[in-house]
Nanobody, 124 residues
Framework: EVQLVESGGGLVQAGGSLRLSCATS????????IGWFRQAPGKDREGVSC????????WYGDSVKGRFTISSDNAKNTVYLQMNSLKPEDTAVYYC?????????????????WGKGTLVTVSS
């Protein structure tokens, strides 16, 4: 059974940093693309960042480029999202997702498997 468990969310002041973790299980880690998505209250879900299967390519949404970094740890089957220079508009529930296929289109429309999310709140 594919499982994705997010952690690391919390309350941070604008300009601060957080690192989100997505612990995965139930599949061969290197075979899957992993993505981070977010949804703010009253807004549509948005792709934040993705890492391809084999973890050789990355993708970032325009709103987070230069501030967020996605990375993977094959030994821990975990994907991280380092978020720096946080802004109040980054406030959202952040979800980790996974797919056994890779295309940057998935970073816009979503992936097959989803975690339950972790809340990030950035105060001004």
């Amino acid at each position: 059974e594919v499982q994705l468990v997010e952690s690391g969310g919390g309350l941070v002041q604008a300009g601060g940093s957080l690192r989100l973790s997505c612990a995965t299980s139930g599949f061969t880690f290197d075979d899957y693309a992993i993505g981070w998505f977010r949804q703010a209250p009253g807004k549509d879900r948005e792709g934040v960042s993705c890492i391809s299967s084999r973890h050789t390519s990355t993708w970032y949404g325009d709103s987070v480029k230069g501030r967020f970094t996605i990375s993977s740890d094959n030994a821990k089957n975990t994907v991280y999202l380092q978020m720096n220079s946080l802004k109040p508009e980054d406030t959202a529930v952040y979800y980790c997702a996974a797919s056994n296929q890779w295309s940057t289109i998935l970073c816009y429309y979503g992936m097959h498997y989803w975690g339950k999310g972790t809340l990030v709140t950035v105060s001004s």
